[in-house]
């Protein structure tokens, strides 16, 4: 992948995942807030179950920022597009598919099954 095309792809999802977690942190704090107004009590838990996803959203999003800085770091560092593991080429065709992948496919699959 050419190194321009992934740094603006890199930089513009980091832009973007930067907001939604912005937006998703505002939102929780709304749904926070309204929890413990007095009024309608329909379901307690309700709010718990809103705040467990609203944070679990925001971990995901933290996860995958994660991912992107290091990513934009390898760019940097001169390693973009080689597996953190072997240091084989990852083919041009997973990075257009997710331009922070860190390992081949294959060695990702082995990742995820050895989780």
Do not use: E, N, T, Y
């Given at each position: 992948m050419d190194i321009q095309?992934?740094?603006q792809r890199l930089s513009d999802e980091?832009?973007?995942?930067?907001?939604?977690?912005l937006s998703s942190a505002e939102h929780g704090l709304d749904d926070r807030e309204g929890a413990n107004e007095h009024g309608d009590?329909?379901?307690s838990e309700e709010g718990l179950t809103t705040q467990s996803e609203d944070d679990?959203?925001?971990?995901?999003l933290r996860v995958r920022l994660?991912?992107?800085h290091r990513a934009l770091d390898?760019?940097?560092d001169g390693t973009y597009g080689r597996s953190l593991r072997s240091g084989q080429a990852i083919p041009d065709e997973r990075l257009d598919?997710?331009?922070a992948a860190e390992f081949t496919a294959q060695e990702a699959a082995e990742h995820i099954a050895g989780a």
């Open positions: 095309i992934a740094k980091h832009v973007a995942l930067h907001d939604l977690l009590m329909s379901d679990a959203v925001a971990s995901g994660a991912q992107l390898r760019l940097d598919a997710d331009p």
